[in-house]
């Protein structure tokens, strides 16, 4: 039980701890979990005492990651000591820093726009999912030459 103690009881806020909650438990594999609130006032109705019912449901569990699209850098390179691995619980974050290495992977050979989407796949097994990243390697992006102009006093020049 928690009691508002200060401040005035808005619904709306509720609604969004509710919403926060549910990503919450999402982030972390609990994909059919339901949150839902119940509020009630204290008997001299100056305060609410609001409650959130928790119902996780099962964690799934990454069976197989498969990679999608790539050409340019191996699987091996791509997927070298991954934070999500098959047999691991669903967890977005180790998911989003996945996404991140492999990315940087293309973003090193100047294929800055190329992009790695993560899609979690539904099985008929409860409690498991298969995981693909679909790459698009895209296109390397080249600097052509560089040249300096300088005004005024040369670097490096000691006044006296």
Request: no cysteine; hydrophobic share 35%.
């Amino acid at each position: 039980w928690f009691r508002l103690i200060s401040g005035i009881y808005d619904p709306q806020l509720v609604d969004n701890d509710v919403i926060t909650l549910t990503q919450y438990y999402e982030n972390l594999g609990f994909f059919d979990v339901k949150v839902t609130k119940e509020v009630t006032e204290t008997e001299d109705h100056k305060g609410a005492y609001v409650v959130f019912h928790i119902e996780e449901g099962q964690r799934y569990k990454v069976r197989n990651i498969d990679l999608e699209g790539y050409d340019v850098v191996s699987k091996e390179e791509l997927f070298h000591k991954p934070k999500l691995k098959p047999g691991d619980a669903f967890n977005r974050l180790h998911m989003q820093k996945d996404v991140a290495k492999m990315k940087e992977k293309y973003d090193v050979l100047g294929r800055l726009y190329a992009t790695v989407t993560p899609t979690p796949i539904f099985l008929d097994e409860p409690g498991m999912i298969d995981l693909e990243y679909r790459i698009d390697e895209d296109k390397p992006y080249l600097i052509g030459d560089i040249k300096v102009n300088f005004r005024g006093d040369q670097i490096g020049r000691a006044h006296v």
